[in-house]
C-alpha cells in the first residue's frame, strides 16, 4: 500500500467514524428531545430544539469542514482510467487522412458509422427524455390535478403519472451511456486500425487542423478554472435561493410541514 493509498483510507475512516458518530448523537438528542417533554405536553418547540442541538453545531461544522477540506484540497491522488470517449478524441487527433490498404478505408467507413450511431443513440434518448420531461409538466402544471382536499390522493395521482416518466428517462439515458461506451470501445479498434496502416508520411507533413468553434467551447469547459466557475456560480445561485426563501417566510412554512409530518404521520406527540 502506497502513501496515496494510505491516506486515502485514514481519511475514509476518520470522516466514517466521525459520520456514525455525528448520526448516533443526533439520535440521542432527538430522543430526549421527545422523551422529557412527554410528560408537560411541549414535546418539541424551536427554542427546546434549538437548546439541544447547540452542543452538536461544533461537531457539525468540523464534520462539514473535513468533508469540504477532502473536495477542495485532495488529500490523494486517483489516477482514473481514460474513457472510451477520451480515447477516440485523442486518437482521432492523431489519424493519418489517407491510408495505404484497404484495411485503412475499412476501418475509416466502420468508425463514421459508429460515431453516426452514437449521435443517433444520443438524439432518441434525448428525444425520450424531452417527451416523458413535457409529459410530467403538462401534468404538474395543471392547477386542476391539485385543487382537491385529499392530498393523499394527490400525491398518489401525482406519483402514478410522473414516476413512470422519471423511470423511462433515467432507464433510457442509462442504456444510451452503456451503448454509447460500447460504440465508443469500437470506435478505439478502428482508429487504432487507422493509426497501424495510415500513411504516415503524410500525416508528419499534414498541418495542424484549426479546431472548430464547439471543440474550442468544449475544451474551455474541461479546464479547471471553468470547473471552479461552475461551481463557485452553482454555489452563490445556491445560497441567494436559501436567503430568499428564509427572507420570504419559507423557513417557517418548511418547518411548520416537518412538525405536521411529525405529529401526524409518524406519530411523534
Sequence with gaps: MNKSEKIRLLYSILVGVF?????IALICVAADIYYSGRGTGVVFSRAIVAKRLKMLAIPFILL?????????FPLYEVKAKPTPENA????????AASGKDEEYDEAAKKYKTLKLARLIVWCGAFSVALICAISSLCYLLKTAN??????????FAMVRHVLPCVAVSFLVLVAAAITNGILAKQQVSALKTMLKHGDKSNASDEPQKPLK????????LSTDLALWITRGAVFCVAVVF????????GAHDVMIKAVNICTECIGLG
Excluded: D, H
Design 19 to 23: 459520520s456514525v458518530a455525528m448520526g
Design 146 to 155: 391539485f385543487k382537491g382536499e385529499n392530498i393523499t390522493a394527490e400525491i
Design 213 to 220: 468553434w464547439y471543440q474550442k467551447v468544449l475544451r474551455a
Design 88 to 95: 477516440v478524441r485523442l486518437l482521432s487527433e492523431k489519424v
Design 64 to 72: 462539514v469542514g473535513v468533508i469540504a477540506c477532502g473536495a477542495i
Design 242 to 249: 436559501i436567503i430568499v426563501g428564509a427572507l420570504n417566510g
